[in-house]
C-alpha cells in the first residue's frame, strides 16, 4: 500500500541518484537509505505548506470504511458458511445418510462451484464442529422453551449385536401457556458401561443437570418394561408408566407364542414370506399377481422388535392368497419334474427345487386361520398407528386399553375358528392382568380426569372412584403449587440459643426445646390452602358439567380445546399443562434409533 505522503511528491533521477522531488515547490530531496518518508513530512512542515501538510494529516474516511468493509465481509462469509453447514446437516438428516456424506467428490465440486469463496470440510469438520454446535442450539433453545416448567421425559434404549454402540435416548416433552406440546430429543447417549438401572439413572440426571434442568421438574417418564429401565425410575424418584405401544406388542407377542397352531402357522409364513424374496420364487409370484391382477408388492417380513410387523406381514400374505396356492401348484409340479424347462437357467431350477422340498404346504384352511387372526391384530395396528401418528397424550392410556378389551370380548362370541377364539381368550387375560397395573398408576387416572373427552365417563371408571379421584387430584394440585413455592431445602432457624452450639462442642441435648420459624409450608397449609382446595373444587363441578355436557370427540384437538377454555379452569389450566405434557407412548424415542446411528463415525 503507498504512503499518504507521495500524493505530494514525485520521484526524480538526478545524476543516476534517485530524489524526491515536491510537487508544490519543486525542491529535490535526497532519499534515505532506509526509505523512509520522515524528510518529506519534515519538508512540508518547514516550507509552510500548510494546506498540503493539512490533507496529509487528516484521517482517510476511506481507511476506516475499508477496515469495516473487510469485517463485514469476513462475518457475511462466516455465516454464508454456517448456513450452507446447516442446510447440509439437515440434507443429510433427511437421506438418512451416514457422515461419510460430507466426503463425497461430487457434492464437493458442486459445493464449490456454486460457493467458490467457501471453505470445503470434510465429515471430521462436521461431526465435531458443526453437528455438536447445532445440537447445542437445540438445547437452549429447549431449555428456553422449559424455563421453570415441569416436563414429562420419554427415555428408551438400543443396542445391535454388532461393533455398534449402544445408545440410551432422552425426549423432553413440554406444554407452554398457548397448550403447545413440544417434543424434543434432548440427548443421545452412548452407553459405554454396563446398561444396569444405577448406571441409566446417572446417564439421564447428568445430561439434564449440565443443561441446567431439574429432576424435580420432572412430572413422569415413558420407558418400556425393562428391569433396568423400571429401577432407572425408582432411583430417580420419577414416576413412570410403560409405553402403551409396547405393552399392546407384548401382549399379543405372548398371546401367539402361547398357542402352538398360530406359533407354527406364523412360522410357516415368515418361511413363505422369505422364499419370496428371492428372485426365482418371486418371479414366479409375480406372475401370477399380474394374472390375479394383484398389487405385485413384496410381502414384507415380520420383525420380532416392531409393533405391528406380524399383522402386517400376515395381512399381506392373506390378500395374495389365490397368488400364493397358484405359485405352490407350480412349485408341487417342479418337485415331480426331472428335466428342467428350456426357459430355467439350471442355478434357478436347482434353487426352485430345493424350496419345493423345505417349503411346508399351506392349506387353504390356513388361510381361514389367517384371516380371523388378521381380524383380532388389525385393533392393535389400527390403535398403535393412532398413537404413533398422533401427539399421544397419557390420558388416552386408560381409554384405549378398555375399549380393546370390549372389543375384543364382542369379537371373541362371533369368531367360528376354535384356534382363533383360544387366542382371543388368552389375549383378553393378558390384557386384564397388565390392566392391574395401569389402573395402580395414579398418572394415567390424573390424566384422564383433566382431559374432558374422557373425563366422568362412567365407560372408564364408576362414578365413585371418579369422586375419589377428584381428591386425589386436588391433592395433586396443592403438592404442586408447594413444589412451586418452595425453592431449594427450606432454612430452618432455631432460636433456642442452647440448641445451636459450637461446631466443636461436645455437649449436645436432643431433648432441648426448639421452635420453628414460620415457613413458606406452614404458611400455605392453613387458610390459603382451604380457600385454594375450594377454589379447585368449585373448578373441577363446572369442569365436570362441562365434560358431560359438551364432551368432545376422540379425535377432538385437546390442545386447542384447553387453549379455548383455559381462562375458565385457571387452576386446572396449569395442572393440565403438566398432565397433557405425557405422551402414551415412546414412538417419539424409538424414532430416534433410525438416525442416530448412522451420524456415528
Known amino acids: 500500500m503507498v504512503a499518504k505522503i507521495w500524493k505530494f511528491f514525485e520521484v526524480k533521477i538526478v545524476n543516476g541518484e534517485k530524489m524526491r522531488k515536491c510537487l508544490k515547490c519543486g525542491d529535490m530531496l535526497p532519499t534515505p537509505q532506509d526509505h523512509s518518508t520522515g ?7 518547514k516550507k509552510g505548506h500548510e494546506k498540503e501538510l493539512e490533507e496529509y494529516n487528516k484521517p482517510e474516511s476511506n481507511q476506516a470504511s475499508d477496515i469495516r468493509s473487510h469485517f463485514s465481509k ?18 443429510m438428516v433427511r437421506q438418512d445418510a451416514s457422515t461419510c456424506f460430507f466426503d463425497d467428490p461430487d457434492l464437493q465440486n458442486l459445493r464449490q462451484n ?3 469463496n467457501i471453505q470445503i470440510h470434510g465429515h471430521k469438520y462436521f461431526t465435531r464442529e458443526v453437528i455438536p454446535k447445532m445440537a447445542k442450539d437445540i438445547r437452549e433453545k429447549i431449555i428456553k422453551n422449559i424455563n421453570q416448567n415441569k416436563f414429562a421425559i420419554t427415555s428408551d434404549g438400543w443396542q445391535k449385536p454388532s461393533k455398534f454402540p449402544a445408545l440410551l435416548s432422552v425426549t423432553i416433552h413440554v406444554v407452554n401457556t398457548e397448550f403447545e406440546r413440544f417434543d424434543d430429543i434432548f440427548a443421545t447417549i452412548v452407553l459405554e458401561n454396563e ?10 440426571e447428568n445430561s439434564l443437570m449440565e443443561n441446567g434442568l431439574q429432576i424435580g421438574q420432572i412430572s413422569a417418564c415413558v420407558r418400556d418394561a425393562a428391569k433396568n429401565m423400571q429401577k ?6 420419577l414416576e413412570s408408566f410403560q409405553c402403551s405401544a409396547h405393552l399392546y406388542h407384548l401382549a399379543v407377542t405372548e398371546s401367539l407364542n402361547s398357542n402352538e397352531t398360530i406359533k407354527n402357522l406364523i412360522n410357516v409364513v415368515r418361511q413363505w414370506v422369505g422364499g419370496t424374496h428371492r428372485s426365482n420364487l418371486a418371479q414366479i409370484l409375480k406372475k401370477y399377481q399380474q394374472l390375479e391382477n394383484l398389487p405385485t408388492n413384496r410381502i414384507p417380513i415380520d420383525v420380532v422388535t416392531r409393533w405391528g410387523s406380524t399383522f402386517m406381514m400376515l395381512e399381506a400374505f392373506n390378500q395374495m392368497k389365490s397368488a400364493l396356492i397358484k405359485t405352490q401348484d407350480e412349485l408341487k409340479e417342479v418337485e415331480f419334474k426331472n428335466r428342467k424347462p428350456p426357459e430355467i437357467s439350471q442355478n434357478n431350477w436347482n434353487n426352485l427345487k430345493r424350496l419345493s422340498k423345505s417349503l411346508h404346504l399351506i392349506k387353504r384352511e390356513d388361510f381361514v386361520i389367517i384371516g380371523e387372526l388378521c381380524r383380532v391384530l388389525k385393533i392393535f395396528h389400527v390403535e398403535t398407528c ?10 388416552t392410556y386408560i381409554p384405549t386399553l378398555k375399549k380393546i378389551l370390549s372389543a375384543l370380548q364382542l369379537m371373541e362370541i362371533k369368531i367360528r375358528c376354535t384356534e382363533i377364539k383360544e387366542f382371543t381368550k388368552i389375549l383378553i387375560e393378558n390384557l386384564k392382568r397388565r390392566m392391574i397395573s395401569v389402573m395402580d398408576n395414579q398418572i394415567l387416572k390424573l390424566s ?4 374432558p373427552r374422557f373425563a366422568y365417563s362412567e365407560d372408564y371408571l364408576h362414578g365413585f ?8 387430584m386436588i391433592g395433586f394440585i396443592l403438592k404442586d403449587q408447594k413444589d412451586d413455592m418452595i425453592t431449594g431445602e427450606m432454612n430452618v432457624s432455631y432460636e433456642n440459643e442452647d440448641y445451636l452450639q459450637e461446631e466443636d462442642s461436645m455437649d449436645i441435648d436432643i431433648w432441648a426445646q426448639r421452635t420453628q420459624s414460620p415457613s413458606t409450608v406452614s404458611q400455605f397449609s392453613t387458610d390459603s390452602q382451604k380457600e385454594i382446595k375450594l377454589s379447585i373444587k368449585a373448578e373441577l363441578c363446572l369442569f365436570k358439567n362441562n365434560s358431560l355436557t359438551n364432551r368432545p370427540s376422540r379425535n377432538d384437538d385437546i390442545f386447542a380445546w384447553w387453549k379455548k377454555f383455559q381462562h375458565g379452569f385457571p387452576q386446572l389450566a396449569q395442572t393440565a399443562r403438566t398432565l397433557l405434557a405425557k405422551p402414551a407412548t415412546s414412538v417419539s424415542s424409538e424414532r430416534t434409533f433410525s438416525f442416530a446411528l448412522t451420524y456415528i463415525c
Request: aromatic share 4%; hydrophobic share 40%.
Open 39 to 45: 524528510n518529506m513530512i519534515n519538508h512540508l512542515k
Open 74 to 91: 469476513n462475518e457475511q462469509r462466516i455465516n454464508e458458511q454456517w448456513k450452507l453447514d446447516q442446510q447440509l446437516v439437515r440434507i
Open 114 to 116: 456454486a460457493y467458490p
Open 195 to 204: 446398561h444396569t438401572g444405577e448406571e441409566i439413572a446417572r446417564l439421564i
Open 232 to 237: 432407572a425410575c425408582r432411583l430417580l424418584e
Open 386 to 395: 393412532r398413537l404413533s401418528e398422533e401427539q399421544s397424550i397419557a390420558s
Open 448 to 451: 384422564m380426569l383433566i382431559d
Open 465 to 472: 372412584e371418579w369422586e375419589e379421584l377428584e381428591e386425589d
